[in-house]
């Protein structure tokens, strides 16, 4: 089984930053906290942020107790760096006030991704970008990190002509509650009762679903059309042929992705499993013998993602067939963001 994980970091500058995590109490900002820590991001204060609902509650960091406070214009103050995870409404509400305490914001929302101005970013993909803010940075979605850190080092080799994305996404992509509800409902079942969900519109429990994201005009779901057009930025191909069908699955955390890849010509699968070998962000795994390929449990916890069974497609010689998993929470959000932050840090911010 090979195996290669790289990791970006950037050189710290000598000031320590004040920074303020918004929606604290959520899956991904409790991750961005676990991040900042492992990572020993410079920082002078770090200032909790949440809903009303959520203040008073108390998160060890760094050996210290912090409590989470609720948001309000005068937590920004002083505050050079937010990273926001609260939610595109509550992005939204706070973005004029973190701008104009001169703070930047890196935010886990779609509420700017696809503003003209706002970098969306993907370190390992397109860092220099990052340098073009004017306040505001956007993190893509999960599933659009994921399948970037493929397309990005094979589109450098050959040019991509089309691209078709089936995902299979974790309860973790809707949150902590949706995650605890996975687990009370499957215990539901075994029980033999009917379960009942409460956070999500069906229950996961033993069963899946399409991702119940609003339906477009082109009856394409919210979910699946935030890959098409924010890959085509990421890639800076506003043309690219890409399609998705996006599913909800029985499975805690960590996405999973099966790609198809057309390019426009054939790629040998050997130069194809070169290229993905020596790519940031990206753990090859793959053992045909022991029909051994990445698996939500592989990932769980990880920077890295997760890329194997690469294959030739049967029926279209200039195409590629390979299969993903990456950790939601981890560099499908918290730490994709943590990484944005760290390319600035020689800048400081």
Known sequence: MLSISLTIQSSFPDRPLTVAVLGASGAVGLEMLKILEERSFPIKELRLLASERSAGKIQLWRG?????????????????????????????????????????IIDNSNAFRMEENVPLIVPEVNPKEVFTHQGVIANPNCTTILLSLVLAPLASKLPIKRVVVSTYQSASGAGARAMEELKNLSQEVLNGKTPKSQVLPYSLAFNLFLHNS??????????????????????????LALTATCVRVPVLRSHSESINIEFTEPFSVEVAREVLLNADGIEFLEDLEANRFPMPTDVNGKDSIAVGRLRQDLSHPNALEMWLCGDQIRKGAALNAVQIAELLLPNKL
């Open 64 to 104: 210290e107790s912090l409590t989470v406070e609720k948001v309000s214009p005068q937590k920004f103050e002083d505050v050079d760096l937010v990273l926001a995870s609260a939610g595109g409404s509550i992005s939204r509400q706070w973005r004029d006030v973190i701008n104009s305490s001169g703070a930047l």
């Open 214 to 239: 609003p339906l477009q005009s082109n009856s394409y779901c919210e979910e699946e059309m935030k890959m098409v057009n924010e890959m085509r930025k990421i890639m800076g191909q506003p043309n």
